[in-house]
């Protein structure tokens, strides 16, 4: 058997010098040889060594000798080159509906991990399905949606859900997004283009599922709730609501199957004893709940804006007509929401979001069982942080790597996994 090298470097981010990539570089350096960070080695990737350059000169004009490796979607054999000399690759090229299956099967094919930054449904389950026996079999961990979509919502939900000491149980869990500002924040077109392909495909994503093993799903106290009002007020926090069009939900769901089917979590794939007791004692306290979240703000005529913004977007985005116009021009048919200069860095460093968790449920597991009994028992709770895209995103990412390469043998061998 021929002798395979050891991956080069620690880390390898790919598409570096994208609107969000240079964040994630910027992020990834604070943590490049400092006190008790694993990772020791760094290179950046892409098609365009002379932009990746600039991009690190940007994000730190002092780290100037981080390795270049040209890397290009269009090149299989540049991506496979790429993915030899990694332990774990951060892909940061979007739509990944468009451009994310290649590097993937890389990844895949050489054994290295990756890890993504994907809002985008349709990429995410077909990647799971397609890839996850080979992923096992080479020992590549791939996990997907390790950014602001999911990560605050997976953690808020079990976090909230951690409060309910037994006999408590919860029965709901709702989400309210509200994102901050002192001033009018653009977001990147790429953003953009990616919600505008998840529309595209929404119908063959529904498809797919249906086509896909029924999940286990899991066994929440009490009936479900009713479907609540499109608009609500939440006055417990202070916020008016509208459902979000958010895989957020779907996600969680994901979640809690898994643990239905695995009540420990996930073993890992070097884990000593301890390390399993611990796992299975924490995943013993994460209590399933439904779940949903909505986009909130503190005044009614803020959200009618959102609305009005949201329908913009997705009644042109339903046809291909009205898609060419939004991406032709996103700031006229966004309301300035999209731009293809994407937001200055002022005003990304005057934003952040707060998310706040409203649990519903029982203060005694038995009453969950008495049919009608209706939840007597709420408890609140809040994530916070800074602006969703731009900084959040990267802070993820970066943990998500730093704690993968510091704690490999207490996650699974290998698989595609949507965060969870």
């Not at 390898?12 to 994208?18: D, E, L, M, N, Q």
């Not at 590097?103 to 050489?110: D, L, N, Q, T």
């Not at 009994?373 to 731009?390: A, F, L, N, S, W």
Request: aromatic letters at 10%; hydrophobic letters at 40%; a neutral charge.
């Amino acid at each position: 058997m021929a002798q395979v090298d050891p991956p080069t470097y620690d880390i390898i981010i790919f598409g570096a010098s994208g609107f969000t990539g240079k964040y994630v570089v910027r992020e990834t350096l604070k943590f490049l040889n400092t006190p008790n960070s694993p990772l020791k080695t760094l290179a950046l990737a892409g098609r365009n060594p002379s932009k990746l350059t600039e991009a690190l000169k940007w994000a730190n004009p002092s780290h100037v000798n981080i390795p270049i490796i040209t890397a290009d979607i269009s090149d299989p054999m540049s991506l496979k080159h790429m993915a030899s000399k990694a332990k774990i690759i951060l892909n940061c090229v979007g739509p990944f509906h468009l451009y994310g299956e290649s590097v993937v099967s890389a990844c895949v094919e050489a054994g290295c991990d990756y890890l993504d930054i994907c809002g985008e449904p349709e990429f995410m389950e077909k990647i799971e399905a397609g890839l996850y026996d080979k992923a096992v079999e080479n020992g590549s961990l791939v996990v997907s949606a390790c950014g602001f979509d999911y990560v605050p919502a997976e953690l808020g939900l079990m976090f909230n859900s951690r409060q309910w000491v037994s006999p408590a149980v919860p029965n709901q869990v709702e989400a309210y997004l509200s994102l901050e500002s002192d001033k009018k924040m653009s977001l990147n077109y790429g953003t953009l283009e990616s919600a505008l392909l998840w529309m595209a495909n929404a119908d063959n994503l529904a498809e797919f599922r249906r086509s896909r093993p029924y999940k286990t799903p899991p066994q929440i106290p009490g009936s479900a709730p009713p479907k609540g009002l499109t608009i609500e007020h939440q006055k417990k926090v202070g916020l008016w609501g509208v459902t979000f069009p958010s895989a957020d939900a779907s996600v969680v769901q994901r979640t809690l199957s898994i643990l239905a089917d695995n009540p420990s979590g996930l073993q890992g794939v070097n884990e000593d004893p301890k390390q399993a007791e611990k796992r299975g004692a924490f995943w013993s306290t994460i209590k399933p709940a439904h779940f949903g979240v909505k986009v909130a703000t503190k005044n009614l005529l803020a959200l009618f804006g959102f609305i009005t913004i949201g329908l913009s977007v997705v009644l042109l985005g339903r046809f291909s007509f009205g898609r060419w116009l939004l991406l032709t021009f996103p700031s006229v048919f966004s309301f300035g929401v999209f731009k293809k200069g994407g937001p200055t860095e002022e005003q990304v460093n005057s934003a952040s979001f707060k998310m706040w968790f409203v649990g519903k449920g029982f203060s005694d597991f038995n009453l969950a069982s008495q049919g009608n009994e209706k939840p007597d028992t709420e408890i609140i709770t809040r994530v916070m942080g800074p602006e969703i895209g731009y900084l959040t995103t990267p802070i993820i990412l970066v943990q998500c790597s730093l704690i993968l390469l510091k704690q490999r043998q207490d996650l699974p061998k290998g698989g595609a996994f949507l965060l969870e």
